[in-house]
């Protein structure tokens, strides 16, 4: 990590975690998942670099009444579901209003699952090293989240991967994973905008575009090889 750094855009900025990431290359076991909408086009630069598969993680922070930056869990694609039953219990939270939340966030996950996978099957995560991919952390609060929904998800490893972080949230993550990957962590931090040239909102047509080109990628590196024996990137 340093102190100090800009990137053009969230491509240029996937492609230098690439770099810091290459023990990750090549493996069948590596997924990158990445967390819409932003951290799609970073992930889809690190997929593509290190030639393993891109998916995306949709994740739903689950409020407490009143305190919605509180997490009392969250929900994530793959009908994840993690529910920090001590602290509801602390703050003596109806099961009926957790039950209920947990319902319709569930239910706007898989709205955006299926918006953005639109007939593709999810990518295995079971087993699987998961490099979860965003543009930035700030608050770390939706990274968290979706940090703890996967250890319920069966995966063998999770790497956290971001071009940019607030130190406190970067400090409070860490401890979570099995490795964290940061470029750079200014100081002050300002906001993630704050470190990109171009930080335009990513659409969801360009989630699903991304999407598609990796798994075309994939499938071309896949023939090619079986083809002769050899793996060839694909461009």
């Known amino acids: 990590m340093s102190n100090a ?54 994740v739903r922070k689950l409020g407490a009444p009143g305190q919605e930056e509180l997490a009392i869990g969250a929900v994530a694609s793959g009908g994840i579901r993690v529910i920090h039953h001590d602290l509801v219990a602390e703050l003596r939270i109806p099961p009926e209003y957790v039950e209920a939340l947990a319902a319709r966030k569930m239910a ?21 090293v998961a490099i979860v991919v965003d543009d930035g952390i700030a608050t770390g609060a939706t990274m968290e989240s979706a940090v703890k929904a996967l250890h319920q998800a069966g995966l063998a490893r999770v790497v956290v991967a971001v071009p940019v972080g607030a130190a406190d949230a970067v400090h409070a993550l860490r401890p979570l994973v099995d490795q964290l990957v940061c470029l750079t962590v200014p100081q002050p931090f300002f906001a993630i905008g704050s470190w990109y040239d171009d930080f335009d909102q990513t659409s969801d047509a360009e989630v699903i575009d991304l999407l598609r080109r990796a798994d075309a990628a994939r499938s071309a590196d896949a023939a090619q090889c079986h083809g002769d024996g050899h793996t060839h990137p694909a461009p």
């Open 5 to 58: 750094g800009r990137f053009k855009d969230r491509m240029h900025a996937g492609n230098a975690l690439a770099h810091v990431l290459d023990a990750y290359a090549g493996r069948a076991d590596v997924v990158v998942l990445a967390l819409p909408r932003g951290g799609v086009p970073v992930g889809y630069a690190v997929a593509r670099e290190l030639d393993v598969d891109l998916e995306v993680l949709v």
């Open 108 to 128: 706007e996950v898989a709205q955006r699952d299926e918006l953005f996978h639109a007939g593709r099957p999810p990518v295995p995560l079971e087993g699987r």
